[in-house]
């Protein structure tokens, strides 16, 4: 990194106020980094060359920088995501300007500086950043992101409630219900305000785990009704973001008609089909909100049809649906997991989707019901359309059949739309006998005449008008000396950069010393569990993430000994099978034990199924780390489970005979 000036300071409420100016210097192994520009009352204050956004957004706040000034928004994130976290870094009174955009047309920032009079053969990314400064001080160019702000509202457990025992599972039912009675408190309050929001939470044995509010509002206008707590068991964290928007975006084509699949919660379950249940998009997102969801939808086209099998249907989705101004769509019946398992299953054969989750999959069930249930109207379209030739589009056919026209009513409309379009495209033609009058004839050239002259009159006045308001910016430019940027001084340049090597030194060094503390302390913890180990007090479990044939594949030998199965909602059943085959003594669920799904066919091939919660456990390096007993319990259940399959074994063999 290089320096090519040092900060001075000057006053902050200096009436000129202070901008910056950035320009792309490299993007190298996914880093960009800038060159950059402050300016403080028509001086430059500081300017750097090779430096990241962090420098950036350090200045912004330390200098109360009015705008932020680019000449090509890509060149800042190449996402609305990363334009989002960038955003939410800066204060709120830095706005964003792009400096070659008029009218919402962007210019070629060369071209502009050549109108002025500015030669560009030589044009730097510092210079650049100097003029981008310069003119968004003299109130060039347009605002080109809109910040939306929201507020989240977490609330969570403080202590980790892991350890078994009676005690235990009492204080978590305790702490449970506080989160159940704060939650419930602070919806009362929001509920009463009128504030827009979105409620995701997880529900627990007497309670809740956790829950996060999205306020659709600012976070100073819940300064009085929702307050941050830390206490000892159950604290609520208050935090604000920004959703950005940009006011420049170029105007898409008719959006695809979609069907989707919702799965709300936790974690959300997208899942979208176009008209034909083709699979375009599936997938799952921790702590989705329903605008991230509404933003990822876009991306793919325009929903007529929001599917969810969750009933009573949570708001959020009725919101999504209205938004869309879409038809929500339930199933008549409640969907049994066997019969998700099933539907998912055909399209994992046929290609359509890679791998899925519990979430996904409630996801692409309800979308694929939806589908099915205005699937014979839509394949009646086809058939209607190649019967009779007619060349419309058979997409607009089907979104207005699923709006709920007939067949016939949706063909009408759309040839009615067509119709006018085409009416309006139509010239009308005067008939040659009016034409002979020449009195009309004459009047018909004088009104042309007329309107030639004053389209070139119009012209010439906006031409007029362009050079008056560029002579008028180069006298300015002029005036603030920017055709004559003056020599830097080299020792003092030289020195700044040896400054800001040896402070970026230092950063790198405290990170490497907190790196190694951090391995240190893990060393440190692995080796006493080690020797807990050693002397018998704990045993060390290899976790699986979900019975899947991939995990399985990386596990080391675990013949009799115990595993932990993260997720066992989620398997497939060939890897069942190879688990069987690699005979561990037992496994370990995190929850309650269920005699369906796969609990009961791992005990069925043999291997006893345990509950976490009912031992005292610690967590490290990809491992559990298990008081003893578990062992005991595991070949106590073992032998009996084995007793158990070989006396069904024995009651089929003498009902045989």
């Known amino acids: ?76 994130a190449e996402s609305k995501l990363e334009l989002g976290r960038v955003v939410s870094l800066l204060p ?54 809109k910040k939306e702000a929201r507020t989240k509202i977490i609330v969570r457990k403080n202590r980790n409630l892991s350890s078994g025992g009676m005690s235990s599972n009492r204080y978590k039912r305790k702490v449970r219900t506080a989160i159940l009675q704060i939650v419930n408190s602070i919806k009362e309050a929001l509920d009463s305000s009128g504030f827009d929001y979105e409620l995701l939470y997880r529900k627990a044995g007497g309670g809740l785990d956790g829950a996060t509010f999205t306020v659709f509002a600012p976070r100073e206008s819940l300064e009085n009704i929702v307050k941050p707590k830390t ?78 099998d969750v009933y009573p249907v949570p708001i959020g989705v009725k919101k999504i649906a209205s938004q869309f101004g879409a038809e929500l769509y339930v199933p008549d019946r409640v969907l049994t997991v066997e ?23 409630d996801a692409y069930a309800a979308a694929y019901m939806a589908y099915k249930a205005f699937s014979k109207k839509l394949t009646e379209v086809n058939k209607y359309l190649e019967k009779t030739g007619l060349d419309i589009p058979a997409e607009n056919v089907k979104k207005r059949i699923i709006g709920g026209s007939s067949l016939a009513d949706a063909v009408e409309e759309e040839l009615k739309a067509y119709l006018s379009s085409v009416n309006k495209s139509i010239k009308i033609v005067v008939s040659p006998d009016i034409r002979k009058d020449e009195k009309y ?90 020797q807990r180990i050693s002397r018998g007090e704990i045993v060390a479990v290899p976790i699986v993430p979900s019975l899947t044939k991939s995990n399985l594949s990386i596990l080391p030998n675990v013949n009799g000994r115990i595993v932990f199965i993260e997720n066992p909602d989620s398997y497939q059943r060939e890897a069942v099978e190879d ?70 074994e024995k009651d089929k063999i003498l009902s045989m005979l």
């Open 579 to 648: 688990i069987k085959n690699m005979r561990p003594l037992s496994v370990i669920f995190p929850g309650p034990i269920s005699n369906k799904g796969l609990a009961s066919l791992l005990e069925g091939g043999g291997i006893p199924v345990l509950s976490l919660s009912d031992y005292v456990y610690e967590r490290a390096s990809g491992f559990l780390f298990v008081n003893s007993k578990v062992e005991e319990d595991a070949v106590k259940k073992k032998m009996e489970l084995e007793k158990k399959l070989a006396d069904k």
């Open 231 to 308: 206490g000892t068991s159950v604290s609520v964290e208050i935090r604000p973001e920004y959703k950005v928007k940009l006011l420049y975006e170029e105007k898409v084509k008719e959006a695809k008609p979609l069907i989707v699949g919702i799965d709300p919660g936790m974690t959300y379950g997208i899942a979208i089909l176009d008209i034909d249940g083709n699979v375009i998009y599936i997938g799952s997102w921790q702590r989705m909100g329903r605008l991230d969801a509404v933003e990822l939808i876009e991306k793919y086209g325009k929903p007529i049809v929001v599917a969810t």
């Open 441 to 530: 004839r004459r009047e018909t050239d004088n009104v042309d005449l007329i309107r030639k002259e004053n389209m070139i009159l119009a012209k010439r006045i906006e031409s007029l008008e362009e050079e008056i308001r560029r002579k008028e910016r180069e006298l300015e430019l002029y005036k603030k000396g920017v055709l004559q940027l003056n020599k830097e001084d080299y020792y003092a340049r030289e020195l700044h950069r040896l400054k800001e090597m040896i402070a970026e030194a230092e950063r790198t060094l405290k990170e490497k010393e907190n790196e190694l503390e951090s391995i240190s302390s893990e060393v440190q913890k692995l080796s006493s569990l080690l």
């Open 1 to 76: 990194m290089t320096t090519s000036d040092q900060e001075q300071r000057v006053p902050k409420d200096a009436s000129g106020g202070c901008y910056i100016g950035i320009d792309l210097f490299k993007y190298e192994g996914g880093r960009r980094t800038y060159s950059v520009v402050l300016l403080c009352e028509g001086k430059v204050v500081s300017k750097y060359d090779d430096v990241g956004l962090e420098k950036v957004i350090r200045l912004c706040w330390e200098w109360e920088v009015s705008k932020l000034a680019i000449d090509n928004i890509a060149e800042l």
């Open 339 to 361: 019969e998700k398992r099933n539907i998912i299953e055909k399209a994992l054969e046929k290609g359509e989707i890679v791998d899925s989750d519990s979430h996904m999959r």
């Open 92 to 145: 709120e009174k830095t706005s964003i300007y792009q400096i070659n955009l008029s009218h919402g047309r962007e210019k070629d920032f060369r071209e502009m500086l050549r109108t002025m009079g500015i030669p560009t053969a030589q044009l730097t990314p510092s210079k650049t950043a100097y003029y981008l400064a310069l003119l968004a001080s003299m109130g060039v160019g347009e605002e080109v992101v």
